[in-house]
């Protein structure tokens, strides 16, 4: 029987759609040169390439898969459990985002945009001037935790809301800053991957393979159907906005991501998401110094491919701009970092978000 043979009989069992990613079981494989075994299984998710190997997620049956193939690999399962015990829950982390906003009620909303699997609220964090109304100030936002074993993008986030709030009629910067913008922060997207310390949802699906893919017929519609109920709720809330500008915010490497990530063609704004790239890079000191990617930052497609990425998908349906964030080597860096993590990209979260104000006036973006 031949490896794709073995390896779609196995997963044949598990396709309840066409497009989902099943990410029941991880694996770190070794060997960059072992990529090709695993990249044309479009069933699998492969994450954060390096010299020395990759993530590799999937349905049952990719562990016998890769004992078959004889390569070397590690689970990766069993190692995070330890560690997400120190994280708060998802409760914990609504409850002080509910205090935080509940002292600012004329400049901070909290909302929930739909819930999850296990009926947990996506909780969004609007934080603007006048902030029940919605006009047209630019809008921007940042999403975190789309993977559920990737929590530090979650704290910091957490952080930054509680950060522009206290310093709101304090700092000159930050005061203008909301009251000319309408800023959404979405600290979690996958709170019960977050629970069960699992890169997918409750289901488990990879919710950044999810989006609709416009490079693949059959998932090149922007249609709900068969999506997970946290994907359906990014895609319903995006189309209620006028985002123009995004980012959304991993764990497992520290660069960051330009698109595309789909295909290898240059995205028709390079010059600026090369440039808004760097930028970020620079202003977190720690990324712009990698000694792994150049100037911190990478082309996601050059990096590795991937379907069904948000992405791609933000800005193919809508034009709104997003880059993708990698903030942390290790998916569970101890708790005490947190602090560490957040002044690191301080700096940069903050001057992000004022390039709304750049992209809207030059209109370069046109829908
Ligand atoms: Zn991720």
Redesign the pocket.
Known sequence: MTRMLVFSLLFSLLTLNSHAKYTHEAYYVYGKQNLSLFAPYKELSI?HVSSSGFEVYGPKGLGQFIARINVRAVSLTSATRVQTAKYPSPENVAQRLKIATSKYPNIAQMTSIGKSVQGRDLWVIKISKNVRVNDNRPEFKYIAN??GD?IMGREIMTLLVEDLLTNYGKDQYITQLIDTTQIYILPSMNPDGAALAQRGNANWIDL?RDFPDFSESGNNKNTLDGRAPETQAIMKWQAQHQFLLSANY???AEVVNYPYDTIGDKFPLYDLVRGLSVEYATNAPYIGASKVFKNGITNGYEWYEVNGGMQDWSWHWYKDLQLTVEVSNQKYPDPSTTTYYYQQNRKALIAYIARVHTLNQSRMIRR
């Open positions: 994450d789309m993977h990737e950044n991993h764990g497992g």
